[in-house]
C-alpha cells in the first residue's frame, strides 16, 4: 500500500436550487469509510463543492490524496488553477463579476495546502462503482427529513446578475 487516499463525490439537488445532498467514498487500501449529508435549499456545485470538502475534511492527518469527481466545474477550478486565480482577485471572476459559492472554494482552496491533492475527473453515471455509490448518498441525503440550512446560501444576497436572465 502506498498510503494514498482515494476520495471519491458527487453531488445532487432536486431542482437547482432544492433540496441537496453529497455523497463521499474514502478508500485506503482495505479501508472505507462513506459519507453523506443534505440541506433544504442549496444547489449541485455546492453539493459537488462540499463532497470534497467533507472527504478532505475527515482526514486526521496531512496525507497524498486523489480525489475523484464528476463535477468538471470542480476539477477543471482546482487543476488549472482558476480558484486560485478567482481567490487573489478578491473572489471576482472579473472586475463586474463575483465568484459563485466563495465560501466553499475557501474552505477547499484551505484544505487542499494542508493536504497533497491532484483531482481527476470521471464521466458521471457511467457504470463508475464508487461514484455510482456517491451518487446514490447524495439522493439519499437530499432526501432527508427536516433537512439543515444551507445558510451561506440561503442567507446570501444575490448580485444583480444573478436576479435576471438576458
Known amino acids: 500500500m502506498d498510503g494514498t487516499i482515494k476520495i471519491y463525490t458527487d453531488g445532487a439537488c432536486r431542482g437547482n436550487p432544492g433540496p441537496g445532498g453529497y455523497g463521499v ?7 472505507r469509510k462513506e459519507l453523506s449529508g443534505g440541506f ?6 455546492r453539493m459537488e463543492l462540499l463532497a470534497c470538502i467533507e472527504g478532505l475534511r475527515s482526514l486526521m492527518r496531512s496525507c497524498t490524496v486523489v480525489l475523484t469527481s464528476d463535477s468538471k466545474y470542480v476539477v477543471n477550478a482546482m487543476e488549472q488553477g482558476w480558484a486560485k486565480r478567482w481567490r487573489s482577485n ?21 484544505l ?4 497533497r491533492v491532484s483531482f481527476q ?3 458521471g453515471h457511467n457504470e463508475h462503482p464508487e ?4 451518487d446514490e448518498l447524495a439522493v439519499a441525503a437530499s432526501q432527508g427529513k427536516e433537512l439543515p440550512a ?3 446560501f440561503e442567507n446570501r444576497v444575490a448580485p444583480l ?6
Open 121 to 123: 475527473w470521471v464521466k
Open 90 to 110: 478578491g473572489w471576482r471572476l472579473s472586475p463586474s463579476k463575483p465568484a459563485k459559492n466563495s465560501d466553499l472554494w475557501k474552505r477547499l482552496l484551505d
Open 150 to 152: 444551507d445558510t451561506a
Open 112 to 115: 487542499c495546502e494542508e493536504h
Open 131 to 134: 461514484n455510482e455509490r456517491c
Open 40 to 45: 433544504r435549499k442549496t444547489t449541485n456545485n
Open 161 to 166: 446578475d444573478d436576479l435576471f436572465s438576458f
Open 25 to 31: 467514498i474514502l478508500l485506503c487500501g482495505s479501508m
